[in-house]
């Protein structure tokens, strides 16, 4: 499902969660493990008002299982409970739970020192299109309810799906935007196909990707397309395309003249890193935020 943005729909996506709000215990704040800033909402903290928030790396299994562990020290560093998961095959989501009661220990404590019995917790699912969020209500419920979030604007009945006893979900969760403004942002979103390629041009997403993996990942890059000289300035975007001619005459994009189709390229560039052929990868990692050249 792709959303376009306009700020009459943030401002009801926004509101529609803020409603919802009083409602919960805990925010459960997804994003995508492969890209953790650039798949968050800029305006989250201000948005959730300092409801108790889980948050879960989803498509766990896509990314790099080392720059996981360091995303969800960084954000524990940051103060937040942070747990990785694969929501299609349900890998981890039996944390999500017990990191919840976690969460809400002291007040379930308080109440039970009231004398009170603890209903379950109250917890609704957060954001960005494509990050997982019915993939995830639906594993978690173990049966089909979640066919699509909110579409901004339009409201429907809902209801609180039991988890267990502990734990209660609103099916429809909420939908939040990225951080359109950064170029980078987009180029990455981009990349992993959670935003449609009609929005950026298709060779400057592929050379996005390609001049990321030629810095980051170049063994399963050149060991895929049977590249020989690694770029030594991955800065010169010369090099970069270099490499994308290179990709294109391993796979037979040739035109007329012996020359590359760069576009056909592109397209099987990252038709191959998107269906996991080039391994798993992560597009940022938390050191890039020490060098702003990176970010
Ligand atoms: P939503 O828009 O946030 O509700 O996202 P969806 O639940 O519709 O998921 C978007 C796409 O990502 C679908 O093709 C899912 O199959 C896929 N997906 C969701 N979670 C995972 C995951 O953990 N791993 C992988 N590999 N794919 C996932």
């Known amino acids: 499902m792709t959303i376009q943005w306009f700020p009459g729909h943030m401002t009801r996506a926004r509101r529609q969660i803020e409603e919802k709000l009083k409602l919960l215990d805990l925010v459960i704040e997804l994003i995508d493990a492969r890209l953790p800033l650039s798949s968050r909402n800029p305006m989250i903290d201000d948005i959730l008002q300092g409801k108790p928030r889980l948050i879960v790396l989803n498509k766990a299994d896509l990314a790099d299982p080392s720059v996981t562990r360091e995303w969800i020290e960084y954000f524990r560093e940051e103060g937040h409970a942070a747990i990785q998961v694969d929501a299609s095959s349900g890998q981890g989501i039996k944390e999500i739970p ?12 308080r109440q039970i020192a009231k004398g009170m019995n603890p209903r379950a917790i109250r917890a609704l699912i957060v954001g960005i299109p494509n990050v997982g969020k019915s993939t995830l209500i639906n594993r978690m419920a173990g049966k089909n309810i979640a066919a699509t979030g909110d579409r901004p604007g339009v409201t429907k009945a809902q209801q609180w799906i039991k988890i267990g006893t502990e734990l209660e979900l609103l099916d429809t969760p909420g939908i939040l935007w990225p951080k359109f403004e950064d170029q980078n942002v987009g180029y990455r979103l981009a990349v992993t196909g959670a935003i449609r390629e009609e929005i950026l041009n298709l060779e400057d997403i592929a050379f996005f990707g390609v001049k990321y993996l030629v810095q980051y990942y170049w063994e399963a890059l050149s060991e895929r397309f ?11 975007p010369d090099e970069i395309v270099a490499v994308m001619e290179a990709i294109g005459r391993k ?35 938390p050191f890039h935020l020490n060098n702003p050249a990176l970010i």
């Open 251 to 285: 796979r037979g994009c040739i035109v007329s003249g012996g020359r590359v189709d760069l576009e056909k390229a592109s397209g099987i560039f990252l038709r191959e890193l998107r269906s996991g052929k080039l391994g798993r990868y992560t597009l940022e990692a």
């Open 98 to 109: 017990v990191k919840a009661k976690e969460l809400m220990r002291e007040k379930i404590e």
């Open 226 to 236: 049977d590249l020989k000289e690694q770029p030594q300035d991955p800065d010169n």
